[in-house]
């Protein structure tokens, strides 16, 4: 594996910036049926890489909806992402990383 996002758990849960990470907490469970209904679930596709022989660029970059060309040929770096209230940041391992909605 290889660390993508970089944060306490309050800046990765409200301020999640990675992809995949995005992806990962649209996936918890949420206790209400009512707030099931208004989250934005990520489903991905696209192919699993092999861990074996990953891809080159950004391991995450075949299951991205973000993914560009830059990322087939460029590894991203842990690099400082600013949230969009620009109240703070943590660093997160992407070219376009950026917050997103995911509750």
């Known amino acids: 594996g290889k660390m993508v996002e970089i944060g306490s758990d309050e800046e990765i849960y409200e301020h999640a910036t990675h992809p995949y990470t995005q992806a990962l907490l649209s996936a918890v469970p949420v206790p209400d049926p009512s707030g099931r209904e208004r989250r934005g679930r990520i489903v991905l596709s696209g192919d699993v890489p092999s861990p074996a ?30 949230w969009l209230d620009g109240a703070a940041a943590h660093d997160s391992a992407c070219h376009f990383a950026a917050e997103r909605e995911i509750k």
């Open 53 to 82: 022989k990953p891809p080159s660029g950004c391991r995450f970059r075949t299951r991205c909806w973000k993914a560009q060309e830059r990322c087939a040929v460029e590894t991203p770096a842990l690099t400082v992402r600013e």
